[in-house]
């Protein structure tokens, strides 16, 4: 069987479900999760959300804390939820066992350098492998968005950037938008990609804005400023230059007093998720 | 300092916080997290809804579960959830630190039995120490309500016909509503209160409401029909035939597909949510 059905509650009318499958992408098993809403059928299929998720998550993270299932059930769009890296007793892990780096810190790339490149190829699994597996096995359309958080945001906009076709809009909550100039994604980058930072633009989201050409994804960015990250690690003033030089589509949203939690997540996904199904009546 | 803040994030225009503090009560330190809505000022104190979870918890799983800050930030309403037992290295545990008994699972009673008696005196916690701690510090009113789930479904129906003064309503998800007739109840209560059944009925929800008089708080309670403890450890015959026998204001609604988890909690909070607001509004 292709996929092993692992777990399903009913939630809000809809289903919450967890399946594996072995990914050839990712030479190993993989699980994800999908929230289908109530009206989704093979006659009338539904809208995807593709949610990337950051630094040590996997596919339950976000499923048990957004806490907007109501309005995903309400407009009738499902959620894919991936894990955030290649996982398994044959997947190597960061000498130290680090939060990120290696395991649950694939940072959606394609890696070149050995160990990592046998497993880590999250960008391929991401865009390609994911949404075919999803929809081929489940009443979705192939109208997708995609959002993340920190990590997950960095992948939802530079995924967004790189196949503009395939998304009709983006969010973001907290991004790393510059990894290839702040620690985690020079760790990241280094090791996955090796020691020549030309192969590492191809991943960085500000680079990919001012690089730009083409019909562009509409995109939200939420960031807190009271974020521990934000000057170390996530640097949006980096992304908002690269927006107003390209003159991009980008909503951009400081809010007042929140950090870099989930609690920040639940409190704006509404909007988000609002944001992409506006995009997808208009698409 | 009599309160410790171990944490701060701001939700839904509010915020979240957790805080330790020596418990008398338990003998331990304890931990608990509160939402405080941004409406809630001294000059303006907010109503509470006090909720207890169910076995393995702590004080953390509800408030990043449920999904319904926004509407308690709307609402004005505090909510506060302590944890499940008596937490340290001098409190005991089951000998083969099994999930149903100990530490997770104080079952929010007083115990009389050695050497539980020291340390596992929920019931005292949550009705007085806890309360009277939160209403010195922190900008809430007098008005309470009390909702829980599973092992906190009895301790929320069972307080409540307790203390029918000191609630304006009580809310269960998947109660155990009859603990001396199940496995769960039974474990815990023979332990933590001695082989003497008469002992155990004061905690028993089917039995104090088959015996209630005075003025009745209204309830609220919510089951799954696929909830895998149903048959076994739930038992909502047994409240729905006592709450028949003393035609106890309690609404009951099964719900059909939906099982014992969060994500069945995150689909009816709000209804519990506003169910306490409307009893407080006419109270």
Chains 1, 2 share one sequence.
Not at 19 to 33: E, V
Not at 183 to 206: H, I, M, V
Not at 263 to 281: L, Q, S, V
Request: hydrophobic share 35%; aromatic share 14%; net charge negative.
């Amino acid at each position: 069987m292709e996929l092993e059905n692992v777990s399903a509650s009913k939630v809000a009318g809809g289903w919450h479900k967890q399946y594996c499958f072995d990914s050839k992408t990712l030479n190993s098993k993989t699980r994800f999760a999908i929230f289908l809403p109530p009206n989704a059928t093979e006659e009338k299929p539904v809208p995807v959300m593709y949610w990337l998720s950051g630094l040590t998550c996997n596919d339950e993270n976000f499923m048990q804390k957004f806490g907007a299932f109501q309005v995903a059930s309400r407009l009738g769009i499902a959620i894919v939820a991936p894990d955030t890296s290649p996982r398994g007793a044959n997947v190597p892990d960061d000498v130290d066992g680090s939060y990120d780096f290696g395991l649950g810190a694939g940072f959606y790339v394609n890696a070149t350098q050995p160990p990592w490149n046998t497993h880590y190829n999250m960008y391929d699994f991401v865009v390609d492998e994911l949404p075919n597996m999803i929809e081929r096995h489940f009443p979705v359309s192939s109208k997708r968005a995609i959002s993340g958080h920190s990590m997950g945001g960095h992948g939802a906009l530079m995924i967004a950037l790189r196949n503009p076709d395939r998304y009709s809009s983006a969010t973001a909550f907290s991004p790393i938008t510059n990894p290839i100039k702040v620690p985690w994604g020079q760790k990241a980058f280094s090791n996955y990609l090796g020691d020549n930072r030309d192969n590492w633009e191809q991943y960085d989201t500000c680079k990919l804005m001012r690089n730009f050409s083409g019909s562009p994804v509409p995109m939200l960015v939420e960031q807190g400023d009271k974020d521990d990250f934000l000057h170390t690690q996530l640097k949006p003033d980096n992304l908002l230059t690269a927006v107003e030089y390209e003159k991009y589509p980008l909503e951009f949203r400081m809010q007042h007093g929140y950090d870099h939690s989930y609690f920040f997540i639940a409190t704006f996904i509404e909007d988000h998720i609002r944001f992409h199904a506006k995009n997808w009546m208009t698409s």
